[in-house]
């Protein structure tokens, strides 16, 4: 529980009960409690509304790297075409020198 320990726990029950006393304790307890319940809820509410945001942005970024890959490849692919014309350009000008 919110990686507290057996001791650290006691010790904030006993500074409770002192600064309660046994009277007010209970109700200081229902508050609390209370004070959770709406802050998990609040955070349950939050989480299902982010969510979907969330997937659709993952999902847009997927399709962008996709595009970039896409590119990536393309340009690769030139770039190796204009070395090989580049490496047969001087092959078929000696070829005809020699004609």
Request: charged share 30%; proline share 5%; aromatic share 4%.
């Given at each position: 529980?919110?990686?507290?320990g057996a001791s650290e726990i006691l010790i904030i029950l006993v500074i409770a009960f002192l ?81």
């Open positions: 529980m919110f990686g507290l600064l309660f006393g046994p009277k007010q304790l209970p109700e200081v307890g229902r508050q609390v409690g209370k004070a959770i319940k709406g802050f998990k809820d609040t955070a349950e509410d939050l989480r299902k509304s982010v969510e979907p945001e969330l997937n659709m942005i993952q999902q847009e970024v997927k399709m962008v790297e996709q595009d970039f890959q896409a590119s990536m490849k393309e340009a690769e692919d030139e770039i190796t075409a204009a070395g090989r014309q580049q490496e047969e350009a001087p092959a078929s000008l000696a070829k005809s020198d020699h004609t």
